[in-house]
């Protein structure tokens, strides 16, 4: 079982900066890739960044790759996304996700692989 906590959310303009947080408890949350999602009004969620339980392999969606920055801290097994130079469009429901996996360099980018979800926070980018 792993247990998520996101914080970090928030109102910024557009251009700001923002870094969310993603806190992984559990007995096997050490042993757990990770990934970030999010989902805009009317809109399915979709995939943002992913990273893998080594931390060695990462992968972004488009629309977000060269701005935001997908993160982990092994030890404190707390993955952050670094958003930068955020648009209107990235206004969303932001998610972390979670799957305990053996291979270490693995990243997941589909929903279904994800079992563990965070109860998700709010980011508003204002033009």
């Known amino acids: 079982q792993v247990q998520l906590v996101e914080s970090g959310g928030g109102l910024v303009q557009a251009g700001d900066s923002l870094r969310l947080s993603c806190a992984a408890s559990?007995?096997?949350?050490?042993?757990?890739?990770m990934g970030w999602f999010r989902q805009a009004p009317g809109k399915e969620r979709e995939f943002v960044a992913a990273?893998?339980?080594?931390?060695?392999?990462?992968y972004y969606a488009d629309s977000v790759e060269g701005r935001f920055i997908i993160l982990r801290d092994s030890a404190e097994i707390t993955v952050y996304l670094q958003m930068n130079s955020l648009k209107p469009e990235d206004t969303a429901v932001y998610y972390c996700?979670?799957?305990?996996?053996?291979?270490?360099?693995?990243?997941?980018?589909?929903?279904?692989?994800?079992?563990?979800w965070g109860q998700g926070t709010q980011v508003t980018v204002s033009s």
């Open positions: 990273i893998s339980r080594s931390a060695r392999n990462t």
């Open positions: 559990g007995r096997t949350a050490s042993s757990a890739a």
């Open positions: 996700a979670a799957r305990t996996t053996e291979f270490s360099t693995a990243v997941y980018t589909g929903e279904r692989a994800y079992p563990y």
